[in-house]
């Protein structure tokens, strides 16, 4: 059975740091690229980020560049995102997802809270 | 990365069909094979539901139908069902490895 279970998210100054990760099992997981998604409270989706399954390319929403991180260690069968200088608009569930060959996200995790604020 | 436009809700009685558009430009969903709809509970992860405008993924009932005209994308849940009640969320490839998803639609079983 596919899992994704996220941790590491919480309560996050603006301007500190954070870091969230996703371990993956039932499925090979060097052999998927893998996604962050967001939802801020009450909104819609929003894509943030994906990494190839060796992780030597990644690739960014423009509200995050510069800002967040997305890797990989496929040793561990684990995903992360390395959240720094959040804003409050950052507040959202962080979702991380399987996207297997094509353009869609089959396998979801359940989320992880992260929310910025003084 | 402008967020795709979708009718803030959508209503039908059991057993209607109701459809949700997904708006777009010639840079996402005019472009591109590649529109993907997730169904989503208050409090739940997404889950996908039709990939490639109209493909289903296993599981999925037939009475979900996907679509693409230009630079608009549907969704069409036919003899709709209690538990059909839930919010839906379109995405379409957008170039340059990224997506861009829908502003959502909330679906009411009347």
């Known amino acids: 059975e596919v899992q994704l279970l996220e941790s590491g998210g919480g309560l996050v100054q603006p301007g500190g740091s954070l870091r969230l990760s996703c371990a993956a099992s039932?499925?090979?997981?060097?052999?998927?690229?893998m996604n962050w998604v967001r939802q801020a409270p009450g909104k819609g989706l929003e894509w943030v980020a994906s990494?190839?399954?060796?992780?030597?390319?990644?690739y960014y929403a423009d509200s995050v560049k510069g800002r967040f991180t997305i890797s990989r260690d496929n040793s561990k069968n684990t995903l992360y995102l390395q959240i720094n200088s959040p804003r409050a608009e950052d507040t959202a569930v962080y979702y991380c997802?399987?996207?297997?060959?094509?353009?869609?996200?089959?396998?979801w995790g359940q989320g992880t809270l992260v929310t910025v604020s003084s | 990365q402008s967020a795709l436009t979708q009718p803030r809700s959508v209503s039908g009685s059991p057993g209607q069909s109701v459809t949700i558009s997904c708006t777009g430009t010639?840079?996402?969903?005019?472009?591109?094979?590649?529109v993907s709809w997730y169904q989503q509970y208050p409090g739940k992860a997404p889950k996908l539901m039709i990939y490639?405008?109209?493909k289903w993924p296993s599981g999925v009932p037939a009475r979900f139908s996907g679509s693409k005209s230009g630079n608009t994308a549907s969704l069409t849940i036919s003899g709709l069902q209690a538990e059909d009640e839930a919010d839906y969320y379109c995405?379409?490839?957008?170039?340059?490895?990224?997506?861009?998803f829908g502003t959502g639609t909330k679906v009411t079983v009347l």
């Open positions: 997802a399987r996207r297997p060959a094509g353009e869609l996200l089959d396998y």
């Open positions: 010639s840079s996402d969903v005019g472009g591109y094979h590649y």
């Open positions: 990494i190839t399954d060796t992780g030597f390319r990644t």
């Open positions: 490639d405008v109209s």
């Open positions: 995405c379409s490839y957008a170039g340059n490895y990224t997506r861009v």
């Open positions: 039932g499925f090979p997981f060097i052999s998927y690229d």
